[in-house]
């Protein structure tokens, strides 16, 4: 059971390449998330699915794209990097059964550098 | 507006000695969760207690307790008996329930707690 992975694990990029990341899950979670992480400025959501199919905007969309056709998986593209985009990139997943204790398990994180 | 508030960038505790982390959120929501999660220099994030808004006992595990006043919308950790290995990032967070069965969290920036030998 390994939890939520990402991949790569770190990445660097030229101003106006494009890249995907990858998390995957193998909790069977309806729920993931994709996250940055800026100094000073806590966890920032991007972009976020609530199932197979189907993804909605977070806070901080401009510039991503995503997509989640299998359940286990969840892409968060950039199709044209910007030095703004250098952060660190969290993935998460949960399931929100009867109760509502459940908590997001996150990935190791992507530390991606935009020169 | 913010909608999760730290107000401590940075604390500094004595090792063994107890201490209070800020939090207060702000939704007109009545269902939500607050949870907190630490973040050692490592980088991952691990969960370490959450409170649910109907909740009415403060919420403990271990050496962490959830000091939530509702009234006041505040939602403080205690970390009860410092350890150096409690020195790390921690942050607060609160899960909405916008609509149509979704939720998110929002997360506040930060505190960064150092614990002193």
């Known amino acids: 059971n390994a939890g939520v992975t990402q991949t790569p694990k770190f990445r660097v990029l030229k101003t106006g390449q494009s890249m995907t990341l990858l998390c995957a899950q193998d909790m069977n979670h309806e729920y993931m998330y994709w996250y940055r992480q800026d100094p000073g400025m806590g966890l920032r959501l991007i972009h976020y699915?609530?199932?197979?199919?189907?993804?909605a905007k977070g806070e901080v969309p401009d510039g991503y794209n995503v997509s989640r056709l299998k359940k286990q998986n969840f892409l968060l593209g950039l199709e044209s990097a910007a030095p703004s985009q250098t952060s660190v990139y969290f993935c998460a997943s949960s399931s929100h059964r009867t109760g509502g204790r459940e908590t997001q398990y996150f990935g190791p994180g992507t530390r991606l550098l935009v020169l | 507006a913010q909608k999760i508030t730290q107000t401590q960038p940075g604390m500094f505790v004595q090792e063994k000695e107890a201490v209070t982390l800020d939090c207060t959120y702000d939704?007109?929501?009545?269902?939500?969760?607050l949870f907190w999660y630490k973040q050692p220099s490592s980088g991952e994030m691990i969960f370490l207690i959450y409170?649910?808004?109907?909740?009415?006992q403060n919420a403990t595990e271990g050496r962490y307790s959830l000091n939530f006043q509702k009234a006041r919308k505040s939602a403080n950790l205690v970390i009860s008996a410092s350890q150096l290995g409690d020195s790390a990032m921690y942050f607060c967070?609160?899960?909405?329930?916008?609509?149509?069965?979704?939720?998110?969290?929002?997360f506040g920036t930060g505190t960064r707690l150092k614990v002193l030998a």
């Open positions: 699915s609530v199932g197979e199919g189907t993804t």
């Open positions: 967070a609160m899960r909405e329930s916008p609509g149509s069965g979704t939720y998110k969290y929002i």
């Open positions: 409170q649910g808004s109907y909740d009415q």
């Open positions: 939704t007109s929501d009545p269902s939500y969760g």
